[in-house]
């Protein structure tokens, strides 16, 4: 479900695997019209060609619903309400898998738990995939390590198997709600690791502020979610790191634009791209708000993301924070 | 002591910090010359200019030695021992700081412990300096932070205040052998970082190893050295960053001569420069005979370096390692 990078590279990653046939579900009927002629997505990823032969598209999220067992989201979140509004479909029955990496906004829920909550999907048949995995290096069949998270270990095994590829090894964990909301937290650092390099901060400092947010996840995680949990297992730090340090980071170049003295409006038009730690910053936040969490990066975020608190300022008043 | 970046570095914060005056040991007459001539070190951040009359230079080191006594050692591990040799003052009632980050080799002991085993200088009387901070950074007046331990805390605090200036800021610790492991093992894992960027492997497995080598430092200076600590402070986890990520680290740079298929001996010729991981994977891999820590990158790194196993095939195998 979903016609971006990640579900391109998804859709790659299962059909390696030797899935016989998928069913791809895409809201544009041009844009399955253009993928058909052209065996790729030309919008995401088009060095990635398909056998089409092998793929059933649906622009009728319905159809595409009823005529599958398993269905793997991986729209943006900010989207996934809009996507879910034209559901006329009982899906409590499905297997749900979030590749979404992201909370609904507006619920502030992890995405497994709105399925949970809102379709009546039981937990145990709800999965969460996350891990350090840059679609555009996944379409270069470059390793990368998913974790795909469920109650049920034995579903979470069954799932993982479908993704394992010789560019990609699975490992499984039970912390579906930890590693969903660690997933959108990264993007979150990203912001803040992108601001601090636009406001010239060198790698020294970089450093110290990825350090800290590692931290920060730990900590926000542990409170709303306790678990035993290793923070720097792949899935967590690993993810974080490969956000906010890789030149593919959509969040990060966000915050680059946004220490740059860009406004938040002028950074999403230029980019022509969702940032999604923009939603995330606020959901946490809200979240947070229950909880109190000591969280100094967060509120520096979204102080210049949403209170149009100067970065510099914000920044130099975080510093004081940071050890 | 040292005439390379670091303690070129560590010179520049304590003159910026007030220090009235320093002593300056070099072992090179002619480099003490030509700072004196044109007012830095023609050899190591010469864009960084010196207030030469507040600098004593000393090329004989038991005259350094005799008129200071606060001794901050910076010279890289390997040469230590070659320095103290000519040492025939008693230094039993110095301040002893190491700002080395290494081990000694052949005694496989952290500077620290060297400094009170073989010249009775008592633990509380030494400190060392950790932190993720290149030294190119720092002659840019770029943020950076420091971490000073001691065993004694108030020695620890009244150090870290000679090295606070407007772009470092300092904090305390009590973890001195922990630091000084964590500082050595870091270059460890900025070589195998290189030797995976040389094998072509992207950012998204970078972000996998050294998610795992954060957790296999963690793993090694808990069962070497157990004390309640949290591995993601910026002294054990942003020096692994800073190290492993950034263009300016040497280690980094060897390993990925290495994993492009350089020898040894070519890439330390072709860099002119010692990467110290080549010596600490020595080190650690031997101390870790007595401990049994389950270290497969530093094993791995172990076997290219020192035992001529193929970086590709040493990878290949390591990867099932890693999760």
Redesign the interface.
């Known amino acids: 479900m979903g016609g971006g990078s990640w579900a391109t590279a998804i859709a790659k990653i299962l059909m390696m695997n030797g899935t016989e046939k998928i069913n791809w579900y895409m809201r544009r009927p041009s844009q399955i019209d253009e993928f058909k002629r052209l065996g790729h997505n030309s919008a995401y990823l088009s060095s990635v060609n398909f056998d089409i032969s092998r793929i059933h598209f649906y622009s009728n999220i319905n159809f595409a619903v009823k005529n599958s067992d398993m269905l793997i989201f991986a729209t943006p979140s900010p989207y996934l309400k809009q996507h879910l509004k034209k559901l006329k479909q009982d899906i409590s029955n499905k297997i749900i898998v979030s590749a979404i990496k992201g909370i609904v906004p507006d619920e502030n829920l992890p995405v497994s738990d709105y399925f949970n909550k809102v379709y009546d999907v039981p937990m145990e048949n709800i999965a969460a995939i996350g891990g350090?995995?840059?679609a555009e290096?996944?379409a270069?069949e470059?390793?990368?390590?998913l974790t795909v998270a469920c109650t049920n270990k034995e579903r979470a095994r069954s799932i993982a198997q479908k993704f394992n590829c010789n560019f990609v090894?699975t490992?499984i964990s039970d912390d579906i709600d930890g590693i969903e909301y660690s997933s959108t937290l990264k993007n979150v650092y990203a912001i803040a690791a992108g601001i601090c390099h636009g406001l010239k901060?060198?790698?020294?400092?970089?450093?110290?502020l990825?350090?800290?947010s590692?931290?920060e996840i730990?900590r926000f995680i542990n409170t709303v979610h306790p678990l035993v949990r290793?923070?720097?297992?792949?899935v967590?730090?690993?993810?974080l790191?490969?956000t906010a340090?890789?030149?593919?980071s959509r969040n990060r170049t966000f915050g680059t634009m946004i220490g740059k003295g860009y406004s938040v409006r002028t950074a999403h038009l230029e980019m022509e791209m969702i940032a999604e730690g923009y939603y995330g910053t606020k959901c946490i936040k809200e979240i947070n708000e229950c909880y109190h969490v000591n969280m100094p990066i967060l509120d520096a975020v979204y102080n210049i993301l949403y209170e149009r608190v100067s970065p510099s300022i914000e920044i130099k008043l975080l510093?004081e924070s940071?050890?």
């Open positions: 350090p995995s840059h290096e996944v270069l470059r390793l990368s390590y090894r490992t901060y060198g790698d020294n400092f970089q450093s110290v990825i350090s800290n590692a931290q730990n290793n923070i720097n297992d792949s967590y730090l690993g993810d790191l490969v340090y890789s030149r593919y510093i940071l050890r």
